[in-house]
Structure formats: structure tokens, C-alpha cells
């Protein structure tokens, strides 16, 4: 009957080149090596090495074993380890970045359920707009939005998010509401970024794009910062739909341009690397498709978030 030990103690003897190295690696006498190379030979009826007291090579039969062989072997390799990767319950604290205007239902909802799912965890949550490295902050996975430039990151595509016009019933009252994208050239607006000058927003409406310039007295880097700025009257700003609900829900702030949106951006999650990944951020990453998959739609089709 045939034994897969054999099978694994001929693929290591063809890779390492030699008896004597494949049972150094495999931790056996060289004398067993031989006798399961033997038996595996007499279980098919043909030779698969030919050897010598100075060489050793592979028949063409033993050749071509080899070749199917080492790659189901492989395939039984990795789902070996996906099932102790199973088996094992996530532990220990994983570091979070996220922005800032991304604090909302949906993050705040998956990381619950990943608590309450592995009760041996914790989760540190970092929210900055700023793209931080993740290797020199500790930072396990990160959500990230916009066009992903070229890194050494890996990124799985969640999504996409979009933006909203709004501002405050004072600035309203004092300014009035832009009737189209092109009146913001005349209004004052809060600018998401580090600086002011040359800004241009891109507007999406009904089978229509629009670029406007615009300007104002106030920009911040960080979308609370611009949020605040908004609701004390300094302009209008583009905010995250998901922020901004509640400021709009308590009347802090309304929706200018109800037709008009920014172009979707896309959600991505991000790691150091697919190699060697750890439990936890593979179940958080599952954990947090799941809930788009429930909460906004298939992958395939990747979802609207309201940022």
C-alpha cells in the first residue's frame, strides 16, 4: 500500500541532491531514507533514482513523478497550514490607521464584532489623515481611500467612498446656497488639504463632471479640523457622507448641490505583506468583508461607502 512518507522522502531526496542530505533535513538515518526510496520503487515497479557511490540522478520516470508529485505535495503543504491557521484562535493586539472622516458606522461596527468574536484580542486604533508607514508605527493594517500609489504594500480593494457638499445654516443664511457647481467660484470654502491656494474640486452629477476653482480663508489636512470649520460658518466644505449624517441629522449642517457628489474614490485595506500574515489580520480583513458583503453588496460589484 502506498505511503505518502515515501512520497515526501523522495521529494526531499531529489531536491537536497543526496541521501545523506535529504535525512540531515528530514531528521532520519540515511539507512531509512533508502529503505522508503526502495519501497516506493517497488510499489511501481520501476526505478525513479539512478545512484552511485558518487552521484545520483533521476530516471525519466523519476522525473516525471517527481514533477506531479512535489506539486500535490505542495498543495497538501499549504492546506495543512491553512487548517492550523484555522484551528488557531487569533490573540494579542492589533494596530489599526484609519482617517480620521472614516471613524464611522462601518469601521466602528467591524471592530466590535472582531472583539466579540475573539474574545482574546484588542484593538488600537489609530485615526490620521496622514498616510503613516506602517512598518515604522507598528501598524498592522491600515484603511486607506483615493488612487493607491505604487508602494511595497499590499492592497485589497473594498470599495469605494465618496463626498458631500455642506455647510452651515449661519454661512447659508449670510451667503446663500450655490445653485450649481460653478457659483462655488463666488463662495467661500473650507479646503481639505494643506493649502488653500490653486484649489479645484471635482463635481459629478447626472451624466456630468465639472471642475471648479475655489477658495477660501480656511484649510486643514484633517477632515475634523475642516468639519469644524464648516459648521462655524466658514465656508463651504466636501465631507465624508457618513461624518457628515450626523451634523446634518441635528441641523449643525446642510446639503448644498443634492446632485453632485465628488468621482468615488476607492476603499482599500492595506498590509506590510501577504507573506506570513498573522491570524489576526487575516481575521480582521475577513471579518470586514463579511459586513461589506452583508451590509452594502457583493465584492464583485465593489461597494458605495458612505464614508
Not at 449670510?174 to 471635482?202: K, M, Y
Request: some cysteine.
Amino acid at each position: 500500500m502506498l505511503d505518502l512518507n515515501d512520497i515526501v522522502v523522495f521529494a526531499r531526496v531529489v531536491e537536497a541532491g543526496s541521501f545523506t542530505a535529504a535525512a540531515r533535513l528530514l531528521a532520519m538515518p540515511k539507512t531509512t531514507v533508502s529503505r522508503r526510496i526502495a519501497a516506493l520503487e517497488r510499489e511501481f515497479g520501476v526505478r525513479l533514482l539512478q545512484r552511485t557511490t558518487r552521484s545520483l540522478r533521476l530516471t525519466d520516470a523519476g522525473r516525471l513523478y517527481y514533477e506531479e508529485s512535489s506539486e500535490a505535495l505542495r498543495t497538501l503543504e499549504q492546506a495543512n497550514l491553512r487548517l492550523a491557521e484555522a484551528r488557531t484562535e487569533p490573540a494579542g493586539t492589533i494596530r489599526i490607521s484609519a482617517p480620521v472622516g472614516f471613524s464611522g458606522h462601518f469601521l466602528s461596527a467591524t471592530m466590535f464584532d472582531f472583539l466579540a468574536t475573539y474574545p482574546k484580542t484588542r484593538v488600537e486604533l489609530h485615526l490620521s489623515d496622514d498616510r503613516l508607514n506602517l512598518i515604522e508605527n507598528g501598524i498592522d493594517l491600515a484603511f486607506r481611500t483615493g488612487i493607491m500609489e505604487d508602494s511595497t504594500l499590499i492592497a485589497r480593494k473594498l470599495g469605494s467612498t465618496y463626498r458631500i457638499l455642506c455647510a452651515s445654516p449661519d454661512y447659508l443664511a449670510r451667503c446663500g446656497a450655490p445653485d450649481r457647481p460653478a457659483d462655488l467660484a463666488s463662495h467661500d470654502c473650507v479646503i481639505a488639504g494643506p493649502s488653500a491656494a490653486n484649489a479645484h474640486w471635482v463635481l459629478e452629477g447626472a451624466d456630468i463632471r465639472e471642475t471648479v476653482a475655489v477658495s477660501g480663508r480656511f484649510a486643514a489636512n484633517e477632515m475634523q479640523a475642516v468639519m469644524a470649520a464648516a459648521i462655524a460658518g466658514y465656508g463651504i466644505a466636501q465631507l465624508p457622507h457618513g461624518a457628515a449624517a450626523a451634523c446634518i441629522a441635528d441641523g449643525r449642517l446642510q446639503r448644498v448641490l443634492d446632485g453632485y457628489t465628488t468621482p468615488a474614490g476607492g476603499l482599500h485595506v492595506v498590509y506590510p505583506s501577504s507573506q506570513h500574515l498573522s491570524p489576526l489580520v487575516k481575521a480582521f480583513v475577513r471579518l470586514a468583508i463579511d459586513r461589506l458583503n452583508v451590509g452594502y453588496g457583493a465584492l464583485n460589484a465593489p461597494a458605495i461607502i458612505s464614508q
